[in-house]
C-alpha cells in the first residue's frame, strides 16, 4: 500500500523542526527504500540502523547529552510507530499532565486505562524531576505498569522500566520496547494494528 506509506512519511516530514529530526529524517529520506524493505520485513535491524547512523551527530549537538538522547529516542519512536501503524498521541497535556506518548489515545486511556500505554522518555538528569513526572502521569495512568520509562537511571517502582545507557548501547533496550508494543497493541486487538505492506 504504497499510498500508506507515503502519506506517513509525508506526516512525520513535516515535523522536522529541530538539529535533532533532521539529522533522523535526512537519514530516513535518503534511505527510505531500503528502510521501508525492513519495516515490511518486521526486522528489528531497522532500529540498529537508525541509532549506528545518527548516534555520533545527535550526541554533539549541545553538552545537554541526556536531552539530546531522550529527543532523539521520542523522535525515531514517532517514526517507528508512524511506520508500523501503531495508533499513537505524542506529546499532549492532560489535566495539566505533559505527556510524551500516549497508545493509542488519550480518550482511551481515560476509558479504558488498562487498554492504554504512557511512555515517559526524560530529557533529564533530575532524579527528582524525573520522579515528580511518574507521579504525575500515575494520576493519569493509575496502573504503574502501563507506564513506561525509557532511562539510565532504575527507579524501585512498578512502572515498566526500559534500561538504556547514554551511548549508543541502548539499541536492544528500544527493539525490546518496540516489540513489546507490538505485543500490546495485538492483544488489545486495535484494528488499527499493521504492518505497512506494499
Same mark, same amino acid.
Given at each position: 500500500?504504497?499510498?500508506? !506509506?507515503?502519506?506517513?512519511?509525508?506526516?512525520?516530514?513535516? +515535523?522536522?523542526?529541530?538539529?535533532?529530526? /533532521?539529522?533522523?529524517? &535526512?537519514?530516513?529520506?535518503?534511505?527510505?527504500?531500503?528502510?521501508?524493505?525492513?519495516?515490511?520485513?518486521?526486522?528489528?535491524?531497522?532500529?540498529?540502523?537508525?541509532?549506528? !547512523?545518527?548516534?555520533?551527530?545527535?550526541?554533539?549537538?549541545? &553538552?545537554?547529552?541526556?536531552?539530546?538522547?531522550?529527543?532523539?529516542?521520542?523522535? #525515531?519512536? !514517532?517514526?517507528?510507530?508512524?511506520?508500523?501503524?501503531?495508533?499513537?498521541?505524542? /506529546?499532549?497535556?492532560?489535566?495539566?499532565?505533559?505527556?510524551?506518548?500516549?497508545?493509542?489515545?488519550?480518550?482511551?486511556?481515560?476509558? $479504558?486505562?488498562?487498554?492504554?500505554?504512557?511512555?515517559?522518555?526524560?530529557?533529564?538528569?533530575?532524579?527528582? &524531576?524525573?520522579?515528580?513526572?511518574?507521579? %504525575?502521569?500515575?494520576?493519569?495512568?493509575? #496502573? %504503574?505498569? $502501563?507506564?513506561?520509562?525509557? @532511562?539510565? &537511571?532504575?527507579?524501585?517502582? +512498578?512502572?515498566?522500566?526500559? @534500561?538504556?545507557?547514554?551511548?549508543?548501547?541502548?539499541?536492544?533496550?528500544?527493539? !525490546?520496547?518496540?516489540?513489546?508494543?507490538?505485543?500490546?497493541?495485538?492483544?488489545? $486487538?486495535?484494528?488499527?494494528?499493521?504492518?505497512?505492506?506494499?
Amino acid at each position: 500500500m504504497e499510498n500508506v !506509506h507515503t502519506n506517513s512519511m509525508n506526516k512525520i516530514n513535516k +515535523d522536522v523542526d529541530s538539529p535533532i529530526k /533532521k539529522i533522523l529524517y &535526512e537519514y530516513i529520506n535518503k534511505n527510505e527504500s531500503y528502510l521501508k524493505k525492513l519495516i515490511v520485513k518486521n526486522n528489528e535491524f531497522i532500529v540498529t540502523k537508525i541509532i549506528n !547512523h545518527c548516534y555520533d551527530s545527535i550526541i554533539n549537538i549541545n &553538552e545537554n547529552t541526556c536531552e539530546n538522547v531522550g529527543n532523539f529516542i521520542e523522535s #525515531m519512536l !514517532h517514526y517507528l510507530f508512524t511506520m508500523y501503524a501503531i495508533p499513537t498521541q505524542r /506529546k499532549i497535556t492532560s489535566r495539566d499532565i505533559y505527556i510524551d506518548i500516549v497508545i493509542p489515545n488519550i480518550q482511551e486511556l481515560i476509558n $479504558n486505562p488498562k487498554n492504554s500505554l504512557l511512555i515517559y522518555i526524560p530529557k533529564t538528569k533530575s532524579i527528582n &524531576e524525573i520522579k515528580n513526572n511518574l507521579r %504525575s502521569l500515575n494520576k493519569l495512568q493509575l #496502573m %504503574s505498569s $502501563n507506564i513506561w520509562l525509557i @532511562s539510565d &537511571e532504575i527507579f524501585h517502582h +512498578d512502572f515498566t522500566q526500559y @534500561s538504556i545507557k547514554i551511548n549508543n548501547s541502548f539499541i536492544n533496550p528500544i527493539i !525490546h520496547l518496540l516489540k513489546n508494543v507490538q505485543k500490546f497493541i495485538k492483544n488489545q $486487538n486495535y484494528n488499527t494494528f499493521k504492518i505497512i505492506n506494499s
